[in-house]
């Protein structure tokens, strides 16, 4: 089992920023895939971004591309979003996920499925006022 604890949410203003942090359990943290997603009120969860075990490959939803950036730090067994320029449409709840299964597709189809994530924490609030 792996647990998966997000932190860093909170209330800003449109333009500011805010960076996440997702801590997993787990001696193994190193080979974990690691995906953002959130879920805006009356919505759907969606992706938000997507770190692969080498950080070689990094994802990110059409978006946020260009204002979040996702960073994984393997002593620390956490990965980070750093999100800039917040708009007001980015209030929502962001979800950390981990996965450790093998093997895994190198392809945004592949991590952008939640599906493909066995573990996730409760989420952290993001509110973003224009």
């Known amino acids: 089992q792996v647990q998966v604890v997000e932190s860093g949410g909170g209330s800003v203003q449109a333009g500011d920023s805010l960076r996440l942090s997702c801590a997993a359990s787990g001696r193994a943290f190193s080979r974990y895939a690691m995906g953002w997603f959130r879920r805006a009120p009356g919505k759907e969860r969606v992706f938000v971004a997507a770190?692969?075990?080498?950080?070689?490959?990094?994802y990110y939803a059409d978006s946020v591309k260009g204002r979040f950036t996702i960073s994984r730090d393997n002593a620390k067994n956490t990965v980070y979003l750093q999100m800039n320029s917040l708009k007001p449409e980015d209030t929502a709840v962001y979800s950390c996920a981990a996965d450790v299964a093998w093997p895994r597709s190198d392809s945004m189809n592949y991590y952008s499925d939640s599906l493909e994530y066995d573990f996730w924490g409760q989420g952290t609030q993001v509110t973003v006022s224009s």
């Open positions: 770190i692969s075990v080498s950080e070689e490959s990094v």
